[in-house]
């Protein structure tokens, strides 16, 4: 099979089904059935200016992404471009690409939480004390750059439209496991996906539960690679240094702003990559 070298034009005009934003009223309606059920059931579940908080975050972030459409696609493309082979386009094309794309996916989420530098592009994602859908709109500006982990699976040969689909799919599943009023779900189910069970562990600062459960949509990765810890005692939410601030920016840049701190006082090139490399 001849592959077909494409450009950002070419892929521009080709256009990709905007699966988040069509999805976007749907995950509205259930923000507000989720904070009525609250409500009936006399719990706690969203406090106004953390819910204002996320909505902003979340609404930047889909600005940012349009800005720097075009430069995504060409991070793509070069790599697409590199390699002379290419995946046909085809239904199990889609799925072998969805998987591909959950492996890296556990990586780039792991490596967010061993490193500062990227945990800083994740710590935003991590900082309510409040476990509701609207967490999951809670994604840090910088967390673009983190296109680099996905370079396995342009290489692949995966077309990008084909990526940018499976792409979507992925990053709109991980709305509905940030909820309470889901419990645990039959074992088969519970034992293949990421469930809002095995979520509400990875968002917890319980000492049992750090780190732990960095799937996204398989858990079976976590499973794998020994980071799997099952739902037990009740989680407790946000970061081991919370953050006490409903101001987006803040929410944003403060541990960018604090590994700036530290790296003026570092020196030495060796503390400096310490700093940035090092656990969180």
Same mark, same amino acid.
């Given at each position: 099979?001849?592959? $077909? &070298?494409?450009?950002? +034009? ?29 409500? &009936? ?13 996320? %909505?902003? #975050?979340?609404?930047?972030?889909? #600005? ?7 430069? %995504? ?6 790599? &697409? ?6 995946? =046909? ?17 556990? @990586?780039?989420?792991? /490596?967010?939480?061993? *490193?500062?530098? @990227? @945990?800083? %592009? ?28 996905? /370079? ?12 940018? #689909?499976?792409?979507?799919? $992925?990053?709109?599943? *991980?709305? @509905? ?46 499973? /794998?690679?020994?980071?799997? *810890?099952? $739902?037990? +005692?009740?989680? /407790? ?10 101001? =987006? ?32």
């Amino acid at each position: 099979m001849v592959k $077909e &070298y494409l450009t950002v +034009e070419q892929l521009d005009q080709i256009g990709l089904p905007p699966i988040i934003p069509y999805a976007a009223p749907v995950m509205f309606a259930l923000v507000l059935g989720e904070w009525a059920l609250g409500l &009936y059931k006399k719990r706690n579940v969203y406090h106004n200016k953390d819910f204002w908080a996320a %909505t902003a #975050i979340g609404l930047t972030n889909v #600005i940012i992404s349009a800005l720097i459409k075009v430069a %995504t696609f060409g991070f793509a493309l070069f790599f &697409y471009n590199l390699v002379p082979w290419t995946v =046909p386009s085809k239904w199990w094309s889609y799925v072998l690409c969805l998987i591909v794309i959950d492996f890296c996916r556990y @990586w780039a989420h792991r /490596i967010a939480h061993e *490193q500062r530098f @990227w @945990w800083a %592009t994740h710590v935003t994602h991590h900082s309510s004390k409040q476990y509701n859908f609207s967490v999951s709109f809670r994604l840090g500006w910088t967390q673009h750059i983190k296109i680099i982990f996905f /370079i396995p699976a342009f290489l692949a040969g995966f077309h990008p439209v084909v990526f940018f #689909i499976c792409h979507q799919i $992925e990053v709109l599943y *991980q709305f @509905w496991i940030h909820t309470e009023f889901i419990r645990k779900l039959p074992k088969p189910i519970e034992y293949i996906f990421v469930t809002p069970s095995h979520h509400r562990v990875h968002h917890a600062i319980n000492d049992k539960y750090l780190d732990k459960n960095y799937g996204s949509t398989l858990v079976i990765w976590d499973r /794998i690679f020994g980071t799997f *810890q099952p $739902e037990e +005692e009740r989680p /407790i939410y946000g970061i081991t240094k919370p953050v006490n601030s409903f101001n =987006p920016v803040y929410l944003v840049f403060h541990e960018w702003m604090d590994i700036f701190k530290d790296i003026s006082k570092a020196g030495s090139l060796k503390k400096t990559f310490k700093i940035l490399f090092g656990r969180p």
